[in-house]
């Protein structure tokens, strides 16, 4: 697996040093990065094969950069790395999309075995299909998240091809809020459901050219999506 593409994020600068180096001596192309903030901005730009993120970053702790890591690639590894040791916080990172946990201090033979053992259950996965769903005036291609119409080609976030997904599957019966939010969202909080109606309404405006589509709002319980 040499030269497999690793960012890493972490914000004790003499820890991020020696894993930096260690992993470069074993053929690995790695990218440190400190600041929480500027981690996304590094992902798009550097398009690793896995991320390394300690929770406990400065200005974006690593779940937050994790959920908006899933927003832009479902399917990349997330190693999380943290020194906190209470059962919630585990859960929690597997929320964001989390496919590993390790504890500080760690050896490096370990970190580099879970690298290894993700990567390889990357590349064992089967190529998916393209699956391509007709709705009115528009393709949707649900693994590439894009969304055609004769006028343009939309990349929809990980989280709209989710919701449109979801919806499509319930179409023509009611979908619950709570089950949509605890499907792809892992909670029913009151920011979650306000996440959803900001979700909902950009999806609306997607279809808005073609009147046959409707997303609609049964109150006080979910949601009908009529094609």
């Known amino acids: 697996m040499s030269g497999l593409k690793i960012l890493y994020a972490e914000d004790e600068l003499f820890l991020g040093k020696i894993v930096r180096e260690s992993l470069q001596s074993r053929g690995f192309e790695v990218i440190m990065e400190a600041d929480g903030a500027k981690v996304v901005e590094r992902f798009k730009q550097f398009k690793p094969a896995i991320c ?21 690639d479902e399917t990349v590894p997330i190693i999380f790395l ?57 393709r949707f291609q649900v693994n590439r998240q894009l969304l055609i119409s004769e006028k343009e080609e939309k990349k929809l976030s990980y989280r709209e091809s989710a919701l449109l997904k979801l919806l499509y599957e319930n179409r023509e019966s009611i979908i619950d809020r709570r089950v949509i939010l605890n499907l792809l969202w892992g909670n029913d909080s009151f920011f979650n459901s306000r996440n959803l109606d900001v979700y909902i ?20 319980v979910g949601y009908r999506f009529v094609v």
């Open 201 to 220: 309404t950009r999806l609306r405006s997607y279809f808005k050219e073609d009147p046959s589509i409707e997303i609609i709002t049964i109150k006080g």
């Open 52 to 72: 390394v993120l300690d929770v406990m970053l400065p200005h974006k702790d690593g779940f937050a950069i994790a959920d908006e890591i899933r927003q832009l």
């Open 82 to 138: 943290t020194a906190k040791v209470q059962t919630e916080d585990v859960v929690k990172g597997f929320h964001a999309g989390g496919n590993d946990y390790i504890r500080k201090p760690f050896s490096m033979e370990e970190l580099i075995v879970r690298i290894q053992h993700l990567a390889r259950n990357q590349s064992d996965r089967p190529k998916e299909t393209t699956v391509v769903l007709n709705l009115g005036k528009f």
